[in-house]
């Protein structure tokens, strides 16, 4: 998953945790003329504006839901950028099944390779060249 998903996928699960709790607030993230790839999108341009490079988590919840509080808000030009999340998310059943069969196919790729390895000849690397024979007193007279 990439950071920009990570990030995504943070936000939206806060901003459902806070409408779940906050009637009020459940009305503005219900509106159909608001989406989470603008809240993002506006987020991302808050962060570039400021200058700053790190945030705390109630700094960029805070401007998720001022996106959904405000009705004329400007979100600005998507950006093409990696964000870092400091949030580990819960997996879904079928995200955690899936990560699973592609580690049990990784596996076993490696073992098959490792037998494969296995059985082939290795290359001789010895030469078999003539023994090396030293000079004896008898040669130098």
């Known amino acids: 998953m990439k950071g920009t998903d990570h990030f995504k996928r943070t936000i ?6 806070r409408a779940a709790e906050d009637v009020l607030f459940a009305k503005n993230y219900r509106n159909p003329a608001k989406n989470i790839d603008d809240c993002v999108t506006y987020i991302l341009n808050y962060v570039q504006k400021s200058g ?12 998720a839901v001022h996106y959904y509080d405000e009705n004329e808000i400007e979100v600005g030009k998507p950006i093409q950028c990696q964000v870092a999340v400091n949030h580990v998310v819960e997996l879904t059943a079928e995200e955690k099944a899936e990560a699973r069969q592609k580690a049990i196919r990784q596996y076993q790729e490696e073992e098959v390779r ?28």
């Open 52 to 63: 700053c490079n790190g945030f705390t988590d109630g700094e960029i919840y805070g401007q």
């Open 114 to 141: 490792r037998l494969q390895n296995r059985n082939k000849p290795r290359t001789a690397t010895k030469a078999t060249a003539q023994p090396i024979q030293e000079p004896s007193l008898f040669d130098m007279l």
């Open 12 to 17: 939206q699960m806060y901003l459902e945790q």
